[in-house]
């Protein structure tokens, strides 16, 4: 098999590119990485030395691709399956991709400060930080919840990688700061997003570790 991705099935980010993987049904084989474990760590080490995942080898073209959206589009390019996960049409293109940054950096980020505070030591919390962050992440719901009045995904009536961006950013927001009161719209959204066959599937294999998800 010549894709293997090195991964944690609960990684919202790694969520992001297995769905990808999913949709298109492309072949890979999963390395679970855990950061805990050093001889795990030393895996993806020596593969990435930044040591974050997810991380995309491709053995034919002996490629190394790192960062979730950039892997999605190596596929899209290297390996195209039924659903266009990047449009060919540049406009539509440049659409997907400010979506999918917005998801990462405006959905992703803030949700990960509210669950990294969570993960601190009593004396070590940032109240300052993690309202900063709540803030972030209402005005990005109130912008999703607007957005996705009139639409089924992202971009449109197509699924793209804007929406594997929207599933686990959505998905993990909804559990530090839950919104379907306050963002129907956006809730309904993330519960298309489930209902599709591959994020259904990412979801169900983080499952076994959804334990280690840290409550309040």
């Known amino acids: 098999m010549s894709l293997t991705l090195y991964y944690h099935p609960l990684s919202s980010f790694c969520q992001k590119v297995v769905a990808a993987l999913y949709e298109n049904d492309t072949a890979f084989e999963p390395l679970l990485i855990d950061l805990g474990n050093p001889e795990s760590r030393a895996k993806l080490l020596a593969r990435w030395p930044i040591g974050k995942f997810p991380v995309?080898?491709?053995?034919v073209r002996d490629w190394t691709v790192p960062e979730s959206s950039i892997i999605i589009?190596?596929?899209?390019?290297?390996?195209?399956?039924?659903?266009?996960?990047?449009?060919?049409?540049?406009?539509?293109?440049?659409?997907?991709?400010?979506?999918?940054?917005?998801?990462?950096?405006?959905?992703?980020?803030?949700?990960?400060?509210?669950?990294?505070?969570?993960?601190?030591?009593?004396?070590?919390?940032?109240?300052?930080?993690?309202?900063?962050?709540?803030?972030?992440?209402?005005?990005?719901?109130d912008m999703v919840d607007?957005?996705?009045?009139?639409?089924?995904?992202?971009?449109?009536?197509?699924?793209?990688?804007?929406?594997?961006?929207?599933?686990?950013?959505?998905?993990?927001?909804?559990?530090?700061?839950?919104?379907?009161?306050?963002?129907?719209?956006?809730?309904?959204?993330?519960?298309?997003l489930s209902a599709r066959p591959a994020i259904a599937r990412t979801f169900a294999d983080a499952g076994p570790y959804r334990h280690m998800f840290p409550k309040e």
């Open 56 to 59: 995309l080898h491709d053995s």
């Open 73 to 141: 589009e190596y596929l899209a390019l290297h390996y195209p399956g039924r659903t266009q996960l990047l449009p060919a049409d540049p406009e539509m293109a440049r659409q997907v991709r400010m979506r999918d940054r917005f998801y990462d950096l405006h959905v992703q980020v803030p949700m990960q400060k509210i669950v990294g505070d969570r993960l601190r030591p009593a004396d070590g919390k940032d109240p300052v930080g993690l309202e900063q962050a709540r803030g972030a992440l209402r005005t990005a719901l």
């Open 146 to 192: 607007r957005d996705m009045r009139s639409k089924t995904w992202a971009v449109a009536e197509s699924f793209s990688m804007a929406d594997c961006a929207a599933a686990p950013a959505l998905y993990y927001a909804n559990l530090v700061m839950p919104f379907a009161a306050s963002h129907p719209d956006a809730a309904r959204y993330l519960d298309r």
